[in-house]
Protein backbone atom coordinates (compact mmCIF):
# COMPACT_ATOMS: atom_id res chain seq x y z
CA UNK A 1 0.00 0.00 0.00
CA UNK A 2 1.41 3.37 -1.24
CA UNK A 3 2.18 5.92 1.33
CA UNK A 4 0.65 9.49 0.21
CA UNK A 5 2.77 11.41 2.87
CA UNK A 6 5.99 10.20 1.84
CA UNK A 7 5.24 10.35 -1.61
CA UNK A 8 3.86 13.70 -1.35
CA UNK A 9 7.59 14.70 1.02
CA UNK A 10 9.65 13.39 -2.30
CA UNK A 11 7.77 15.02 -4.63
CA UNK A 12 8.28 18.12 -2.69
CA UNK A 13 11.88 17.78 -2.97
CA UNK A 14 11.72 17.55 -6.76
CA UNK A 15 9.47 20.41 -7.33
CA UNK A 16 11.25 22.78 -4.93
CA UNK A 17 14.77 22.18 -6.63
CA UNK A 18 13.02 22.66 -9.78
CA UNK A 19 11.25 25.60 -8.41
CA UNK A 20 14.48 27.20 -7.57
CA UNK A 21 12.75 27.44 -3.95
CA UNK A 22 15.10 28.91 -1.31
CA UNK A 23 15.29 27.67 2.63
CA UNK A 24 14.40 29.97 4.55
CA UNK A 25 17.40 32.21 6.10
CA UNK A 26 18.02 31.96 9.58
CA UNK A 27 16.41 35.11 12.01
CA UNK A 28 19.94 37.20 13.14
CA UNK A 29 20.05 36.74 16.83
CA UNK A 30 22.01 39.55 19.12
CA UNK A 31 25.10 37.45 19.35
CA UNK A 32 25.38 37.46 15.65
CA UNK A 33 24.88 41.34 15.44
CA UNK A 34 27.25 41.85 17.82
CA UNK A 35 30.07 39.80 16.40
CA UNK A 36 29.26 41.60 12.97
CA UNK A 37 29.83 45.01 15.34
CA UNK A 38 32.86 43.69 16.46
CA UNK A 39 34.57 43.11 13.11
CA UNK A 40 32.98 46.33 11.97
CA UNK A 41 34.70 47.81 14.69
CA UNK A 42 38.01 46.47 13.65
CA UNK A 43 38.04 47.43 10.18
CA UNK A 44 37.26 50.45 10.47
CA UNK A 45 39.08 51.86 13.36
CA UNK A 46 41.91 50.47 11.06
CA UNK A 47 40.69 52.45 7.86
CA UNK A 48 40.04 55.59 9.73
CA UNK A 49 43.46 55.58 11.37
CA UNK A 50 45.09 54.14 8.36
CA UNK A 51 43.76 56.31 6.06
CA UNK A 52 46.75 59.11 6.58
CA UNK A 53 49.48 56.15 5.58
CA UNK A 54 47.62 55.63 2.44
CA UNK A 55 47.99 59.14 1.18
CA UNK A 56 51.20 60.10 2.45
CA UNK A 57 53.04 59.38 -0.77
CA UNK A 58 50.93 61.30 -1.99
CA UNK A 59 51.46 64.76 -0.25
CA UNK A 60 54.89 65.93 -2.10
CA UNK A 61 53.28 65.51 -5.68
CA UNK A 62 50.49 67.60 -4.51
CA UNK A 63 52.23 70.11 -2.63
CA UNK A 64 54.56 70.59 -5.71
CA UNK A 65 51.65 70.74 -8.27
CA UNK A 66 50.12 73.50 -5.62
CA UNK A 67 53.32 75.58 -5.76
CA UNK A 68 54.05 75.01 -9.68
CA UNK A 69 54.03 78.23 -11.11
CA UNK A 70 54.54 80.51 -8.36
CA UNK A 71 57.38 82.91 -9.52
CA UNK A 72 57.53 81.30 -12.85
CA UNK A 73 59.12 77.70 -11.49
CA UNK A 74 58.66 74.70 -12.97
CA UNK A 75 57.64 71.48 -11.48
CA UNK A 76 60.95 70.08 -11.27
CA UNK A 77 62.59 73.25 -9.75
CA UNK A 78 59.73 73.22 -6.91
CA UNK A 79 60.25 69.24 -6.60
CA UNK A 80 64.30 70.14 -6.18
CA UNK A 81 63.57 72.74 -3.64
CA UNK A 82 60.88 70.69 -1.60
CA UNK A 83 63.66 67.66 -1.75
CA UNK A 84 66.38 70.20 -0.49
CA UNK A 85 64.00 71.56 2.41
CA UNK A 86 62.81 67.57 3.57
CA UNK A 87 67.05 67.15 3.67
CA UNK A 88 68.04 70.58 5.49
CA UNK A 89 65.10 69.82 8.01
CA UNK A 90 66.23 65.95 8.51
CA UNK A 91 70.01 67.20 9.31
CA UNK A 92 68.80 69.71 11.39
CA UNK A 93 66.67 67.48 12.97
CA UNK A 94 69.36 64.83 13.23
CA UNK A 95 69.11 62.58 16.79
CA UNK A 96 72.33 60.25 18.44
CA UNK A 97 70.42 57.70 16.75
CA UNK A 98 68.01 56.51 14.29
CA UNK A 99 65.25 56.27 16.63
CA UNK A 100 65.55 59.30 18.13
CA UNK A 101 66.16 60.90 14.91
CA UNK A 102 62.57 59.62 14.10
CA UNK A 103 60.86 60.81 17.48
CA UNK A 104 62.36 64.19 16.36
CA UNK A 105 61.00 64.70 13.16
CA UNK A 106 57.48 62.96 14.66
CA UNK A 107 57.66 65.95 17.28
CA UNK A 108 58.06 68.53 14.48
CA UNK A 109 55.74 67.20 12.48
CA UNK A 110 53.05 67.19 15.34
CA UNK A 111 54.06 71.00 16.13
CA UNK A 112 53.10 71.69 11.94
CA UNK A 113 50.23 70.18 12.04
CA UNK A 114 48.77 71.91 15.12
CA UNK A 115 50.20 75.26 13.40
CA UNK A 116 47.87 74.12 10.38
CA UNK A 117 44.99 73.59 12.54
CA UNK A 118 44.86 77.10 14.27
CA UNK A 119 42.31 79.55 12.80
CA UNK A 120 43.81 82.16 10.83
CA UNK A 121 42.43 85.18 8.80
CA UNK A 122 44.02 86.95 5.89
CA UNK A 123 44.50 90.65 7.40
CA UNK A 124 44.67 92.15 3.59
CA UNK A 125 40.75 91.36 2.92
CA UNK A 126 38.97 94.08 1.76
CA UNK A 127 35.51 93.36 4.27
CA UNK A 128 34.11 96.28 2.60
CA UNK A 129 33.43 93.67 -0.04
CA UNK A 130 31.72 91.05 1.90
CA UNK A 131 28.36 90.34 2.60
CA UNK A 132 26.85 89.91 5.77
CA UNK A 133 27.32 85.97 6.07
CA UNK A 134 31.26 86.53 4.79
CA UNK A 135 31.61 89.48 7.29
CA UNK A 136 30.52 87.24 10.32
CA UNK A 137 32.73 84.37 9.34
CA UNK A 138 35.96 87.09 9.19
CA UNK A 139 35.12 88.77 12.33
CA UNK A 140 34.38 85.14 13.85
CA UNK A 141 37.64 83.92 12.40
CA UNK A 142 39.61 87.21 13.86
CA UNK A 143 38.19 86.50 16.90
CA UNK A 144 39.58 83.18 17.17
CA UNK A 145 42.87 83.63 15.98
CA UNK A 146 43.43 85.80 19.06
CA UNK A 147 42.31 82.88 21.32
CA UNK A 148 46.02 81.21 19.78
CA UNK A 149 48.38 83.92 20.08
CA UNK A 150 50.25 82.07 22.38
CA UNK A 151 50.40 79.27 20.05
CA UNK A 152 51.34 81.01 17.23
CA UNK A 153 54.10 82.28 18.60
CA UNK A 154 55.43 79.09 20.62
CA UNK A 155 55.44 77.78 16.94
CA UNK A 156 57.11 80.77 15.01
CA UNK A 157 59.61 80.34 17.19
CA UNK A 158 60.39 76.66 16.69
CA UNK A 159 60.68 76.84 12.80
CA UNK A 160 62.95 79.66 13.66
CA UNK A 161 64.94 77.75 15.95
CA UNK A 162 64.71 74.89 12.81
CA UNK A 163 66.16 77.27 10.17
CA UNK A 164 69.19 78.80 12.41
CA UNK A 165 69.94 75.25 13.00
CA UNK A 166 69.24 74.67 8.98
CA UNK A 167 71.58 77.67 8.49
CA UNK A 168 74.44 77.44 11.07
CA UNK A 169 74.79 73.55 10.33
CA UNK A 170 73.79 72.62 14.03
CA UNK A 171 70.86 70.49 14.98
CA UNK A 172 67.87 70.36 17.80
CA UNK A 173 68.09 68.12 20.38
CA UNK A 174 65.49 65.98 21.36
CA UNK A 175 64.67 67.91 24.68
CA UNK A 176 64.42 71.41 23.24
CA UNK A 177 61.51 70.06 20.54
CA UNK A 178 60.01 68.34 23.20
CA UNK A 179 59.75 71.49 25.72
CA UNK A 180 58.20 73.24 22.48
CA UNK A 181 56.04 70.76 22.17
CA UNK A 182 54.72 70.69 25.18
CA UNK A 183 54.39 74.56 25.38
CA UNK A 184 52.23 74.78 22.22
CA UNK A 185 50.29 71.77 23.36
CA UNK A 186 49.51 74.10 26.51
CA UNK A 187 48.55 77.06 24.52
CA UNK A 188 46.40 75.06 22.20
CA UNK A 189 44.73 73.89 25.07
CA UNK A 190 44.35 77.14 26.27
CA UNK A 191 42.97 78.49 23.04
CA UNK A 192 40.62 75.18 22.90
CA UNK A 193 39.10 76.74 26.43
CA UNK A 194 38.90 79.76 25.23
CA UNK A 195 36.70 78.84 21.98
CA UNK A 196 34.59 76.25 23.47
CA UNK A 197 33.40 79.52 26.14
CA UNK A 198 33.11 81.91 23.35
CA UNK A 199 30.93 79.22 20.99
CA UNK A 200 28.92 78.39 24.09
CA UNK A 201 28.10 82.50 25.37
CA UNK A 202 27.34 83.49 21.73
CA UNK A 203 30.54 85.35 21.30
CA UNK A 204 31.29 83.59 18.40
CA UNK A 205 28.16 83.19 16.13
CA UNK A 206 27.10 80.37 13.84
CA UNK A 207 27.30 81.41 10.33
CA UNK A 208 25.40 78.06 9.03
CA UNK A 209 21.84 76.39 9.48
CA UNK A 210 24.04 73.47 10.46
CA UNK A 211 26.31 75.40 12.66
CA UNK A 212 22.96 77.09 14.13
CA UNK A 213 21.36 73.77 15.06
CA UNK A 214 24.97 72.07 16.51
CA UNK A 215 25.09 75.16 18.86
CA UNK A 216 21.68 74.80 19.79
CA UNK A 217 22.05 70.91 20.49
CA UNK A 218 25.19 71.31 22.21
CA UNK A 219 23.77 73.85 25.28
CA UNK A 220 20.62 72.03 25.35
CA UNK A 221 22.98 68.59 25.79
CA UNK A 222 25.13 70.26 28.16
CA UNK A 223 28.08 69.11 25.31
CA UNK A 224 30.20 73.04 26.01
CA UNK A 225 30.54 71.87 29.70
CA UNK A 226 31.68 68.26 28.92
CA UNK A 227 34.16 69.89 26.55
CA UNK A 228 34.85 72.44 28.68
CA UNK A 229 35.64 70.47 31.86
CA UNK A 230 38.00 67.92 29.67
CA UNK A 231 39.85 70.88 28.21
CA UNK A 232 40.92 71.73 32.09
CA UNK A 233 43.42 69.15 31.86
CA UNK A 234 46.03 67.95 29.33
CA UNK A 235 44.88 64.53 29.42
CA UNK A 236 41.59 65.75 28.54
CA UNK A 237 42.23 67.58 25.86
CA UNK A 238 44.59 64.82 24.13
CA UNK A 239 41.67 62.70 24.78
CA UNK A 240 39.16 65.31 22.84
CA UNK A 241 41.57 65.50 19.72
CA UNK A 242 41.50 62.25 19.40
CA UNK A 243 38.10 61.37 19.37
CA UNK A 244 37.72 64.48 16.98
CA UNK A 245 39.56 62.16 14.22
CA UNK A 246 36.93 60.06 14.20
CA UNK A 247 34.80 62.58 14.01
CA UNK A 248 36.21 63.32 11.07
CA UNK A 249 36.12 59.80 9.72
CA UNK A 250 32.27 59.80 9.63
CA UNK A 251 32.61 61.79 6.91
CA UNK A 252 34.81 58.85 4.98
CA UNK A 253 31.88 56.03 6.52
CA UNK A 254 29.21 58.30 4.91
CA UNK A 255 30.87 57.75 1.45
CA UNK A 256 31.78 54.31 2.48
CA UNK A 257 28.26 53.40 2.74
CA UNK A 258 26.78 55.47 0.40
CA UNK A 259 28.95 53.35 -2.42
CA UNK A 260 27.89 50.15 -0.83
CA UNK A 261 24.28 50.94 -0.62
CA UNK A 262 23.99 51.85 -4.83
CA UNK A 263 24.53 48.01 -6.01
CA UNK A 264 20.80 47.57 -3.63
CA UNK A 265 19.63 50.91 -5.12
CA UNK A 266 20.10 50.03 -9.05
CA UNK A 267 18.33 46.59 -8.34
CA UNK A 268 15.34 47.94 -6.94
CA UNK A 269 14.92 50.21 -10.17
CA UNK A 270 15.50 47.32 -12.10
CA UNK A 271 12.76 45.16 -10.23
CA UNK A 272 10.63 47.98 -10.78
CA UNK A 273 10.92 48.33 -14.60
CA UNK A 274 10.90 44.45 -14.85
CA UNK A 275 7.44 44.66 -12.88
CA UNK A 276 6.14 48.09 -14.97
CA UNK A 277 6.26 45.57 -18.28
CA UNK A 278 4.59 42.69 -16.90
CA UNK A 279 1.94 45.65 -15.84
CA UNK A 280 2.18 45.76 -12.48
CA UNK A 281 3.11 48.86 -10.74
CA UNK A 282 5.78 48.77 -8.12
CA UNK A 283 7.53 51.43 -6.44
CA UNK A 284 10.74 49.33 -4.38
CA UNK A 285 13.55 52.04 -6.07
CA UNK A 286 11.87 54.90 -4.29
CA UNK A 287 11.83 52.69 -0.95
CA UNK A 288 15.16 51.58 -0.99
CA UNK A 289 16.33 55.60 -1.72
CA UNK A 290 14.41 56.26 1.11
CA UNK A 291 15.50 53.28 3.29
CA UNK A 292 19.27 53.91 2.06
CA UNK A 293 19.87 57.55 3.32
CA UNK A 294 18.24 56.81 6.83
CA UNK A 295 20.80 53.67 6.87
CA UNK A 296 23.70 55.80 5.58
CA UNK A 297 22.00 59.07 7.96
CA UNK A 298 21.66 57.52 10.98
CA UNK A 299 24.63 55.07 11.26
CA UNK A 300 26.98 57.89 10.20
CA UNK A 301 25.23 60.23 12.89
CA UNK A 302 25.88 57.34 15.22
CA UNK A 303 29.63 57.03 14.60
CA UNK A 304 30.27 61.36 14.87
CA UNK A 305 27.90 61.26 18.48
CA UNK A 306 29.55 58.17 20.22
CA UNK A 307 33.40 58.51 18.93
CA UNK A 308 33.30 62.13 20.43
CA UNK A 309 31.48 60.94 23.79
CA UNK A 310 33.16 57.76 24.15
CA UNK A 311 36.50 58.74 22.32
CA UNK A 312 37.05 62.04 25.26
CA UNK A 313 35.39 60.11 28.05
CA UNK A 314 37.88 57.31 28.38
CA UNK A 315 40.38 59.42 27.10
CA UNK A 316 40.30 61.50 30.09
CA UNK A 317 39.50 58.68 32.68
CA UNK A 318 41.95 56.08 31.35
CA UNK A 319 45.71 57.13 32.78
CA UNK A 320 48.17 57.02 30.03
CA UNK A 321 45.66 56.00 27.15
CA UNK A 322 47.47 58.21 24.48
CA UNK A 323 46.26 59.73 21.44
CA UNK A 324 45.87 56.63 18.94
CA UNK A 325 44.11 54.65 22.07
CA UNK A 326 42.08 57.16 22.75
CA UNK A 327 40.97 57.42 18.56
CA UNK A 328 40.35 53.69 18.50
CA UNK A 329 38.43 53.40 21.45
CA UNK A 330 36.41 56.59 20.36
CA UNK A 331 35.63 55.11 16.70
CA UNK A 332 34.78 51.77 18.55
CA UNK A 333 32.30 53.99 20.94
CA UNK A 334 31.49 55.72 17.87
CA UNK A 335 30.86 52.27 15.55
CA UNK A 336 28.20 51.03 19.16
CA UNK A 337 26.66 54.54 19.06
CA UNK A 338 25.58 53.89 14.98
CA UNK A 339 24.45 50.74 15.99
CA UNK A 340 21.95 51.82 18.02
CA UNK A 341 21.24 54.67 16.01
CA UNK A 342 20.78 52.36 13.27
CA UNK A 343 18.52 50.04 15.37
CA UNK A 344 16.50 53.31 16.58
CA UNK A 345 16.12 54.28 13.30
CA UNK A 346 14.78 51.22 12.38
CA UNK A 347 11.80 51.02 14.64
CA UNK A 348 10.73 54.17 13.43
CA UNK A 349 11.21 53.10 9.55
CA UNK A 350 9.22 49.91 10.26
CA UNK A 351 6.40 52.21 11.78
CA UNK A 352 6.04 53.96 8.67
CA UNK A 353 6.16 51.17 6.57
CA UNK A 354 4.45 48.70 8.44
CA UNK A 355 7.36 46.04 7.71
CA UNK A 356 9.34 44.23 10.18
CA UNK A 357 13.03 45.13 9.94
CA UNK A 358 12.78 47.33 7.24
CA UNK A 359 16.09 48.04 7.56
CA UNK A 360 17.63 45.46 7.44
CA UNK A 361 16.82 43.89 4.29
CA UNK A 362 16.97 45.30 0.86
CA UNK A 363 13.93 45.82 -1.27
CA UNK A 364 15.80 43.07 -3.89
CA UNK A 365 16.01 41.07 -0.70
CA UNK A 366 12.50 41.58 0.18
CA UNK A 367 11.52 40.77 -3.51
CA UNK A 368 13.38 37.57 -3.52
CA UNK A 369 11.55 36.70 -0.51
CA UNK A 370 8.34 37.13 -2.03
CA UNK A 371 9.15 35.59 -5.53
CA UNK A 372 10.41 32.48 -3.39
CA UNK A 373 7.35 32.16 -1.31
CA UNK A 374 5.64 31.99 -4.45
CA UNK A 375 7.54 29.49 -5.79
CA UNK A 376 7.08 27.37 -2.54
CA UNK A 377 3.27 27.30 -2.93
CA UNK A 378 3.45 26.15 -6.39
CA UNK A 379 6.16 23.75 -5.58
CA UNK A 380 3.45 22.18 -2.84
CA UNK A 381 0.71 22.46 -5.00
CA UNK A 382 2.97 20.80 -7.51
CA UNK A 383 4.07 18.13 -4.87
CA UNK A 384 0.19 17.67 -3.52
CA UNK A 385 -1.08 16.86 -6.83
CA UNK A 386 2.05 14.54 -7.83
CA UNK A 387 1.06 12.58 -4.86
CA UNK A 388 -2.68 11.97 -6.08
CA UNK A 389 -1.72 11.37 -10.21
CA UNK A 390 1.20 9.24 -11.15
CA UNK A 391 0.80 10.79 -15.12
CA UNK A 392 2.01 14.37 -12.78
CA UNK A 393 4.62 12.74 -10.59
CA UNK A 394 5.94 11.30 -14.10
CA UNK A 395 6.15 14.68 -15.45
CA UNK A 396 8.39 15.92 -12.45
CA UNK A 397 10.52 13.03 -12.72
CA UNK A 398 11.06 13.47 -16.19
CA UNK A 399 12.01 17.19 -15.46
CA UNK A 400 14.30 16.49 -13.35
CA UNK A 401 16.00 13.95 -15.45
CA UNK A 402 15.82 16.71 -18.18
CA UNK A 403 17.40 19.31 -15.58
CA UNK A 404 20.42 17.26 -14.84
CA UNK A 405 21.03 15.92 -18.56
CA UNK A 406 21.37 19.70 -19.78
CA UNK A 407 24.36 19.70 -17.04
CA UNK A 408 22.37 21.18 -13.74
CA UNK A 409 24.02 19.78 -10.97
CA UNK A 410 21.37 18.16 -8.13
CA UNK A 411 21.93 17.94 -4.53
CA UNK A 412 22.07 14.36 -2.90
CA UNK A 413 18.66 14.88 -0.97
CA UNK A 414 16.90 15.46 -4.91
CA UNK A 415 18.46 12.65 -6.01
CA UNK A 416 17.23 10.48 -3.19
CA UNK A 417 13.93 11.42 -3.84
CA UNK A 418 14.25 10.84 -7.14
CA UNK A 419 15.48 7.26 -7.00
CA UNK A 420 12.87 6.74 -4.36
CA UNK A 421 10.17 7.41 -6.72
CA UNK A 422 11.76 5.85 -9.28
CA UNK A 423 12.33 2.60 -7.50
CA UNK A 424 8.57 3.12 -6.54
CA UNK A 425 7.34 3.13 -9.99
CA UNK A 426 9.39 -0.06 -10.62
CA UNK A 427 8.10 -1.92 -8.08
CA UNK A 428 4.53 -1.16 -9.50
CA UNK A 429 5.25 -2.39 -12.75
CA UNK A 430 6.68 -5.44 -11.41
CA UNK A 431 3.60 -6.32 -10.32
CA UNK A 432 3.74 -5.29 -6.73
CA UNK A 433 0.28 -3.89 -5.45
CA UNK A 434 0.16 -0.47 -5.37
CA UNK A 435 -3.14 1.80 -4.08
CA UNK A 436 -4.36 3.79 -7.12
CA UNK A 437 -4.03 6.91 -7.04
CA UNK A 438 -7.65 9.33 -6.70
CA UNK A 439 -6.83 11.62 -9.50
CA UNK A 440 -6.25 8.76 -11.61
CA UNK A 441 -8.86 6.98 -10.42
CA UNK A 442 -11.33 9.83 -11.43
CA UNK A 443 -9.86 10.32 -14.49
CA UNK A 444 -10.75 6.75 -15.28
CA UNK A 445 -13.79 7.14 -14.26
CA UNK A 446 -14.94 9.71 -16.31
CA UNK A 447 -13.00 8.32 -19.18
CA UNK A 448 -15.25 5.24 -18.74
CA UNK A 449 -18.38 7.31 -18.91
CA UNK A 450 -17.42 9.12 -21.66
CA UNK A 451 -16.87 5.79 -24.15
Known amino acids: MAEPNSIQTQNLVLTNWLNGVQAPAPEPTLTNELSALGN ?63 QNRGMYKQINRMG ?80 N ?9 PTSWFGKAKHQVKLKTGGYKVNGELLKTARGASALKGASKCVKGAGWMAVIQGVMEIPDIISAYKIDKAEEAEGRKSNRGNKQLAKSAVKVGAGVLGYAAGAAATGAIVGSVVPGIGNVAGAVIGFVGGLIGGFIATKAAGKIMDAATGEKDSLDKSEAQIYAEEQNKKSAQEAEQTAKLAALSTEMEDEILAAVKESVDSGNEAPEDVLNAYKYLIERREQSLEGTEEEPRILDTLSNIISFGQA
Open 40 to 102: EAMVGSAFILGLPMFTMPLKKPINTFKQMGKDGKSYSEVWKELSDKTKSEKAALKGNNIWQSY
Open 197 to 205: TAMKNGVIK
Open 116 to 195: AEIPSFDPNTDISKLNSKQLLKYQNNVTKSAYYGDAKRLIEETKQMIENAKRNGTTISKEQLKTQLNKIREAVRTGDAKL
